[in-house]
């Protein structure tokens, strides 16, 4: 049995797809499965169940996948520990500081030997591969990004659109609303027109085929005054709300009717790029905090 077997039978593992396994690893997909083939003949048992369109992942390999992904995680870590401390800050970009702020202060907390750089993007960044690229990870959001160029680790649940509203407004005591019952009422996004945020607000009104009658930009504090004094409401996630609306008895949020355009909170690094055990490190803190510490 060689290392190089169980990376492949890794790779294969989390993709169930050989053709698209062989060329992330440049390689043959014969000599892939002949790789695996040989670590299933050394093995004794089969890991996979294979047939004419796909090859599946069966229970003697997801046994088998729990035990190498530990342990190839605990050898890379070991390998690293070998060469002597570089002050190499990961560098994580973002579109909301705020959402993720708490996340990345406790891994720092938890490992101060690795140093974070974070950058906040334009939505025009994000869709920029080449800028994006330039970044060892992506927090954000799923919707935004050209999935067949990145690998990309879901954070939580979709979201659907709320409205974030008054509460003296005569509407807000419904448990869900139509666009079109707020067609009276100005709408308020954040300032940057080439945010993730308001490219959010604009899916949703092309969507629902809504135009507002004003439309208002301003800062979160701004969003906030407008909307708690029944000048305007805004359309936003409960995700956002909790991040960037501060908590007021006087604003509420109502989910929107028939609107399928979501956001996705995800973590993402460019597709084939090796990661280095502090990066795995990284990755699997975030999916572990937001278990342990769920936005909503």
Same mark, same amino acid.
């Given at each position: 049995?060689?290392?190089?077997?169980?990376?492949?039978?890794?790779?294969?593992?989390?993709?169930?797809?050989?053709?698209? @396994?062989?060329?992330?690893?440049?390689? +043959?997909?014969?000599?892939?499965?002949?790789?695996?083939?040989?670590?299933?003949?050394?093995?004794?048992?089969?890991?996979? @169940?294979?047939?004419?369109?796909?090859?599946?992942?069966?229970?003697?390999?997801? %046994?088998?996948?729990?035990?190498?992904?530990?342990?190839?995680?605990?050898?890379?870590?070991?390998?690293?520990?070998?060469?002597?401390?570089?002050?190499?800050?990961?560098?994580?970009?973002?579109?909301?500081? $705020?959402?993720?702020?708490?996340?990345?202060?406790?891994?720092?907390?938890?490992?101060?030997?690795?140093?974070?750089? $974070?950058?906040?993007?334009?939505? $025009?960044?994000?869709?920029?591969? #080449?800028?994006?690229?330039?970044?060892?990870?992506?927090?954000?959001?799923? #919707?935004?990004? %050209?999935?067949?160029?990145?690998?990309?680790?879901?954070?939580?649940? +979709?979201?659907?659109?709320?409205?974030?509203?008054?509460? +003296?407004?005569?509407?807000?005591?419904?448990?869900?609303?139509?666009?079109?019952?707020?067609?009276?009422?100005?709408?308020?996004?954040?300032?940057? #027109?080439? +945010? $993730?945020?308001?490219?959010?607000?604009?899916?949703?009104? #092309?969507?629902?085929?809504?135009?507002?009658?004003?439309?208002?930009? /301003?800062?979160?504090?701004?969003?906030?005054?407008?909307?708690?004094?029944?000048?305007?409401?805004?359309?936003? @996630?409960?995700?956002?709300?909790?991040?960037?609306?501060?908590?007021?008895?006087?604003?509420?949020?109502?989910?929107?009717? /028939?609107?399928?355009?979501?956001?996705?909170?995800?973590?993402?690094?460019?597709?084939?790029?090796?990661?280095?055990?502090?990066?795995?490190?990284?990755?699997?803190?975030?999916?572990?905090?937001?278990?342990?510490?769920?936005?909503?």
């Amino acid at each position: 049995m060689e290392l190089l077997q169980l990376r492949y039978f890794l790779k294969l593992a989390e993709s169930e797809h050989l053709t698209k @396994t062989a060329l992330k690893l440049r390689i +043959s997909p014969p000599s892939l499965s002949s790789s695996i083939k040989k670590l299933e003949h050394e093995l004794g048992v089969a890991l996979f @169940t294979r047939s004419k369109q796909r090859i599946h992942l069966n229970e003697n390999g997801k %046994n088998f996948y729990q035990y190498v992904n530990r342990s190839l995680s605990i050898l890379d870590e070991g390998i690293e520990s070998l060469h002597p401390i570089r002050n190499y800050a990961l560098s994580i970009a973002l579109t909301s500081q $705020s959402v993720y702020a708490d996340m990345l202060y406790a891994f720092e907390q938890q490992y101060p030997e690795i140093p974070l750089k $974070s950058s906040t993007l334009t939505y $025009s960044d994000v869709i920029n591969s #080449e800028t994006l690229n330039h970044h060892d990870f992506y927090l954000g959001i799923i #919707e935004d990004l %050209n999935a067949s160029e990145r690998e990309i680790i879901q954070l939580c649940s +979709s979201e659907s659109p709320v409205v974030m509203i008054a509460r +003296s407004h005569p509407l807000a005591s419904k448990k869900a609303l139509y666009l079109e019952e707020l067609k009276d009422m100005p709408f308020i996004s954040i300032t940057q #027109e080439n +945010s $993730s945020a308001t490219q959010f607000v604009f899916r949703v009104f #092309e969507e629902a085929h809504f135009k507002p009658h004003k439309f208002f930009e /301003g800062n979160y504090l701004v969003r906030q005054k407008m909307v708690s004094e029944n000048k305007a409401v805004a359309i936003t @996630t409960m995700v956002g709300a909790v991040a960037n609306a501060l908590k007021s008895p006087m604003v509420t949020f109502i989910p929107i009717i /028939g609107i399928k355009a979501t956001r996705t909170q995800s973590i993402s690094w460019p597709k084939q790029k090796p990661l280095s055990a502090s990066e795995k490190k990284f990755i699997r803190f975030c999916q572990n905090y937001f278990k342990k510490h769920p936005w909503i």
